[in-house]
């Protein structure tokens, strides 16, 4: 409830003065009901002049939510325009009590200094522990009921006193200086990337953007930023986008740093694996913290670096209330706690490019020698020359470049690599005869087929639709308007005979094939690693990610080409990748001249021209008509906000889009927070969904 959105006082009685510290879970009465709540600051007094309830029940005396990271849900929810108890509930993971009694592996390594995390200091809590009489204290509510309760106090709750800044190495109360060693040789092809390391073991705070070379290891290069980091006295928190390359980091630290130096915190590890690596970090066990968006708000003591890697991933937005993304949250945590930060990936998207060119981030990137060393040679079979040799090349799905560059490389032995963004057999299909694409009769939702003896079935509803006959024409036959990986798969099988074809995808994904001769069939995200490297790599059906009604499909066509362009073998030794696509178009010759910079300084400035994010900040205001017509009518945007729309939205709902400039975020943010607490407080049926910086605006 936005009208909520604040801290409320409550007396601490004598009883629970010892376990009552900044941080901990407690239980309050609010508006006659017993609600869980989060102890933020204890103080003196209150300005409330009216009667204080007490707190009725400290849950747990673990203070899980560090100072830092309360300061850092304030600042999200700021921004993201939502509720901080929303940020909570994303940043500190479900209490498992059974893992909170359990014995510390290592008690030894916990900190001294960390009282001020913990919580501990009775002069930061405001309170002597053999004080007998209550004293105030500021509680966040995680999910108060409407209706009148005690008298709000303050802003933000949290103790500004309580800034939980990283010491500069060798100052008194840092931790001492890792023994692990810093190698820069793994980034020695970087000219930056020695003196970002060296900013890191020095305890500074260098900020850079990282395009990865083909074949890089980056997760090795990440845990030897982890481990610069650890030998300047301070620690590291890095989100990745999935569990794949949490594998491969996880395995990475393992090697450099050994077992039991970091934690991994993932949704998909089960509460209890969950919550104890939370409190490893919390407690100041471990300095490092790794992790899909789910560790984006890990606490680490004295942090000292936040890296992203793939930031352009859209598994690093969070779809639940107030939908922050990981890279967003990072970089505010690199600016209040003054961290380092580092954002990687095999290309680089506009957001990464406004760092650069801002000058809030430094590009860190190999000289043109270097690539033309590394990187595959990439041919597109649209250009003109491919169309003189082979007039079929603009339409055949496989030209004749692909399937030669297939055939050689499996004659010298070596594995082939075929993208396809499509998975299953046939995802969509049409009439034979006129071409009209095959609807299902029951809800209007695409027909396909997933097999090639399967009857075609609705890919919303599940129907089958045995007995289908095209509304337009009455025709019976079906041709494929779309082929899937699988069907792929079938017709490369049966144009190479004898040669192994391999499949992974959502159903059974791969992490590494063997370097013999091999077709590998993989949708974008799921292609394994290939012992020694790919001999090829065919990017098919271009058009499929070229041509979507979203402002990042060249931006997002690139990622994904390049991640798979990536495993293959440099020009040198053989490595080629052949791109079924025009070459004149600019995310094509991002991928032939392996320059992701350059495309997104000019996707940036494109955007910039037409008024897109991030060149400007939008949000999005979704729900009934009148609904989201009541809450802009409520908010008094800033100067020059810009209303666009409506444009439909799913479930008979529409949507608004409001622009300002990049300057004017913060107003934007605060202006619909507070016209969303007016309907709260008004107890409006209808809900508005409110989104800034969507990822999808259309």
């Given at each position: 409830m936005p009208h909520l959105d604040r801290p409320f006082d409550y007396?601490?009685?004598?009883?629970?003065?010892?376990?009552?510290?900044?941080?901990v879970r407690v239980k309050v009465r609010f508006a006659g009901q017993l609600v869980d709540g989060w102890l933020l600051e204890r103080v003196d007094s209150s300005a409330h002049d009216g009667r204080l309830a007490y707190l009725e029940k400290v849950v747990s005396p673990e203070p899980v939510l560090a100072p830092e990271v309360a300061r850092l849900a304030r600042a999200v929810a700021d921004r993201y325009a939502g509720n901080l108890a929303d940020v909570l509930r994303l940043a500190v993971p479900p209490r498992h009590a059974r893992v909170e009694k359990e014995p510390r592996a290592d008690p030894a390594r916990v900190d001294p200094a960390r009282a001020d995390s913990a919580g501990a200091d009775p002069a930061r809590a405001g309170t002597d522990p053999g004080d007998d009489g209550p004293t105030p204290s500021a509680v966040d509510l995680s999910a108060p009921p409407a209706g009148d309760g005690p008298a709000p106090h303050g802003a933000g709750g949290v103790d500004p006193r309580g800034a939980d800044r990283a010491a500069p190495p060798g100052a008194a109360g840092s931790a001492p200086r890792?023994?692990?060693?810093?190698?820069?040789?793994?980034?020695?092809?970087?000219?930056?990337?020695?003196?970002?390391?060296?900013?890191?073991a020095d305890g500074r705070a260098p900020r850079a953007v990282w395009s990865a070379l083909a074949g890089e290891d980056w997760a090795a290069?990440?845990?030897?930023?982890?481990?610069?980091?650890?030998?300047?006295?301070r620690g590291a928190v890095v989100v990745v986008a999935d569990a794949r390359d949490l594998d491969r980091l996880d395995a990475a630290l393992t090697t450099l740093l050994g077992p039991g130096r970091h934690v991994t915190l993932s949704a998909a590890l089960g509460p209890a694996r969950r919550y104890r690596a939370f409190l490893a970090a919390r407690r100041g066990d471990v300095p490092v913290v790794i992790g899909t968006r789910a560790a984006m708000f890990a606490p680490v003591d004295r942090l000292g670096l936040v890296a992203i890697w793939d930031d352009g991933d859209d598994l690093h937005a969070e779809p639940r209330a107030p939908y922050p993304h990981a890279r967003e949250v990072l970089l505010t945590r690199a600016?209040?706690?003054?961290?380092?930060?580092?954002?990687?990936?095999?290309?680089?998207?506009?957001?990464?490019?406004?760092?650069?060119?801002?000058?809030?981030a430094r590009e860190v990137v190999a000289d043109?020698?270097?690539?033309?060393?590394?990187?595959?040679?990439?041919?597109?079979?649209g250009d003109d020359p491919q169309l003189a040799r082979d007039p079929g090349a603009a339409t055949a799905r496989l030209p004749s470049l692909a399937w030669t560059t297939a055939r050689d490389t499996l004659r010298a032995d070596a594995p082939v690599l075929v993208q396809v963004p499509r998975r299953g057999y046939l995802p969509s299909v049409s009439c034979a005869d006129c071409r009209t694409p095959a609807r299902c009769p029951h809800c209007a939702g695409p027909l396909a087929l997933r097999a090639a003896d399967a009857p075609p079935a609705c890919r919303w509803c599940g129907r089958v639709t045995a007995a289908y006959a095209c509304p337009q024409c009455g025709g019976r036959r079906l041709r494929a308007a779309v082929t899937g990986a699988r069907r792929t798969a079938e017709e490369l099988g049966r144009a190479f005979p004898g040669v192994p074809?391999?499949?992974?995808?959502?159903?059974?994904?791969?992490?590494?094939?063997?370097?013999?001769?091999?077709?590998?069939?993989?949708?974008?995200?799921?292609?394994?690693?290939?012992?020694?490297?790919?001999?090829?790599?065919?990017?098919?059906?271009?058009?499929?990610?070229?041509?979507?009604?979203?402002?990042?499909?060249?931006?997002?066509?690139?990622?994904?080409?390049?991640?798979?362009?990536?495993?293959?073998?440099?020009?040198?030794?053989?490595?080629?990748?052949?791109?079924?696509?025009?070459?004149?178009?600019?995310?094509?010759?991002a991928l032939l001249r392996w320059d992701?910079?350059?495309?997104?300084?000019?996707?940036?400035?494109?955007?910039?021209?037409?008024?897109?994010?991030?060149?400007?900040?939008?949000?999005?205001?979704?729900?009934?008509?009148?609904?989201?017509?009541?809450?802009?009518?409520?908010?008094?945007?800033?100067?020059?906000?810009?209303?666009?729309?409506?444009?439909?939205?799913?479930?008979?709902?529409?949507?608004?889009?409001?622009?300002?400039?990049?300057?004017?975020?913060?107003?934007?943010?605060?202006?619909?927070?507070?016209?969303?607490?007016?309907?709260?407080?008004?107890?409006?049926?209808?809900?508005?969904?409110?989104?800034?910086?969507?990822?999808?605006?259309?």
């Open positions: 007396l601490v009685p004598a009883g629970l003065a010892d376990d009552a510290v900044p941080g890792d023994a692990v060693g810093v190698d820069p040789r793994g980034w020695r092809d970087y000219p930056a990337g020695p003196a970002f390391l060296t900013a890191l290069r990440y845990a030897d930023a982890v481990a610069a980091t650890l030998a300047g006295g600016r209040l706690a003054d961290a380092a930060a580092l954002v990687g990936g095999w290309t680089r998207t506009a957001e990464g490019q406004l760092l650069v060119e801002t000058g809030w043109r020698a270097t690539l033309r060393a590394r990187t595959p040679a990439v041919a597109p079979t074809v391999r499949t992974s995808g959502r159903d059974e994904v791969l992490t590494t094939v063997p370097g013999g001769a091999a077709l590998v069939i993989a949708t974008p995200g799921a292609e394994p690693v290939a012992d020694g490297g790919y001999g090829a790599v065919l990017l098919l059906d271009s058009w499929a990610l070229l041509t979507r009604a979203d402002l990042r499909a060249g931006e997002e066509a690139l990622r994904r080409w390049l991640s798979a362009a990536a495993l293959a073998r440099p020009a040198p030794a053989g490595g080629k990748v052949v791109v079924v696509a025009d070459g004149a178009l600019a995310p094509v010759q992701p910079g350059w495309f997104a300084a000019r996707e940036l400035a494109e955007r910039r021209e037409l008024g897109f994010p991030p060149a400007v900040k939008m949000a999005s205001v979704t729900g009934g008509a009148e609904a989201v017509a009541d809450l802009l009518a409520q908010a008094r945007l800033p100067d020059g906000a810009e209303v666009l729309g409506p444009v439909p939205a799913d479930e008979d709902r529409e949507r608004m889009l409001v622009r300002v400039p990049r300057s004017r975020a913060a107003a934007l943010a605060g202006a619909l927070h507070t016209a969303a607490g007016v309907r709260s407080a008004r107890r409006a049926a209808e809900p508005v969904r409110l989104q800034v910086d969507p990822l999808a605006l259309f």
